[in-house]
């Protein structure tokens, strides 16, 4: 089981962000797909996750409005985009598969991906 | 949210000793279906993410066992019992239970 996420983002405040996440190794519509970032000197957050066999989200409210994950599942493939980039949004960004879920909750995670830089600066 | 705090957060350990990393949550981590959804994480310098522990005790597949969860309600432990030069990283806690999943702020594992 891998996730290979795309390169290092460099954007302006006021921007958007496109982090993709590609899964292999499993049947990709099987375990969801969360996302979690780490800003510089910060702990971990939670910012979401999406079921690919449906297509349905749950995002952390403070996010709300600002970030849509999304997958191709003709190419095994996840998306984060996050929009009305501020210098707080600089972090690496993870992706991590579910490994344990009830609905919409997910419960536990276990492979993770290769991580994102994205940097706001102007 | 749930707060998740770990101790200490720098844990320097001679080789081939035992270390032991404590994290505490703000609130009962029992689920519903009576499960306790805690996990422990490996951040190796560099890497992402890997877990080690999930459900509190039970070992991921491939890591040694060396590597031991306990706890239950809001206190779990994670030991090392003889430390290798490759476990240095940081370890975290982190929360499946209560929504949104939160994590602790991490151990820096280091050798003396």
């Known amino acids: 089981v891998e996730l290979v996420q795309s390169g290092p983002e460099v954007k302006k405040p006021g921007a958007s962000v496109k982090v993709s996440c590609k899964a292999s190794g499993y049947t990709f519509t099987i375990n969801g797909i969360s996302w979690v970032r780490q800003a510089p000197g910060q702990g971990l957050e939670w910012m979401g996750w999406?079921?690919?066999?449906?297509?349905?989200?749950k995002y952390a409210p403070k996010l709300q409005g600002r970030v849509t994950m999304t997958t191709d599942t003709s190419t095994n493939t996840a998306y984060l985009e996050l929009r009305s980039l501020i210098s707080d949004d600089t972090a690496v960004y993870y992706c991590?598969?579910?490994?344990?879920?009830?609905?919409?909750?997910?419960?536990?995670?276990?492979?993770w991906g290769t991580g994102t830089t994205v940097t706001v600066s102007s | 949210d749930v707060v998740m705090t770990q101790s200490p957060l720098s844990l320097p350990v001679t080789l081939g000793q035992p270390a032991s990393i404590s994290c505490r949550s703000s609130q009962s981590l029992v689920y519903s279906d009576g499960n306790t959804y805690l996990s422990w994480f490996q951040q190796r310098p560099g890497q992402s993410p890997r877990r080690l522990i999930y459900k509190v005790s039970n070992r991921d597949s491939g890591v040694p066992d060396r590597f031991s969860g306990s706890g239950s309600g809001t206190d779990f432990t994670l030991k090392i019992s003889r430390v290798e030069a490759d476990d240095v990283g940081v370890y975290f806690c982190?929360?499946?239970?209560?929504?949104?999943?939160?994590f602790g702020q991490g151990t820096k594992v280091e050798i003396k």
């Open positions: 982190m929360q499946g239970t209560h929504w949104p999943e939160t």
């Open positions: 991590a598969r579910v490994d344990i879920w009830s609905g919409y909750h997910v419960l536990g995670v276990d492979v």
């Open positions: 999406i079921n690919p066999y449906n297509g349905n989200t």
